[in-house]
């Protein structure tokens, strides 16, 4: 339901706006978790630091996901987890931003190939006018360091 442009979203350098989360610098998920692969060829540069940009409303059902997973190797035949975390679900209503979600790397050596997987809220807080509900995790783009 939330395209945006595909995969180079991602990566094309323009970050979305909280007013309009239909616009197609965000990519919406809700059924189906966040999942994308980036490939660093024959070079690949040691990372530390993987940043998602993701957007929150909380009354339009979107939230920061659940969980988020790094898998990492040096091709996308073979990844292992190298990184899970799960970040805090908001306990009350809060305004609409763009927040950066940090991923520290505990490993230090170089992958060619890292694939992200963000897990959207299955199921809404009971505090949330839409409890029970499934919620959306919108994100416009990711950064490595």
Avoid: C
């Amino acid at each position: 339901q939330y395209p945006g442009e595909g995969a180079k979203t991602l990566t094309d350098g323009k970050k979305g706006y909280t007013d309009n989360f239909k616009d197609p610098l965000w990519l919406g998920y809700r059924e189906n978790p966040f999942a994308a692969e980036f490939d660093f060829g024959d070079k690949p540069p040691v990372i530390q630091k993987i940043v998602i940009s993701s957007g929150v409303n909380i009354g339009g059902y979107i939230f920061p996901p659940t969980e988020i997973e790094v898998w990492a190797g040096q091709n996308n035949r073979i990844l292992k987890l190298i990184k899970s975390v799960k970040p805090a679900v908001p306990k009350e209503n809060m305004p609409q931003q763009v927040e950066a979600i940090e991923v520290e790397l505990d490993s230090k050596p170089s992958f060619i190939v890292y694939k992200l997987i963000a897990k959207p809220i299955s199921k809404l807080p009971s505090w949330h006018s839409g409890k029970g509900k499934k919620g959306w995790f919108f994100v416009d783009e990711v950064f490595f360091y």
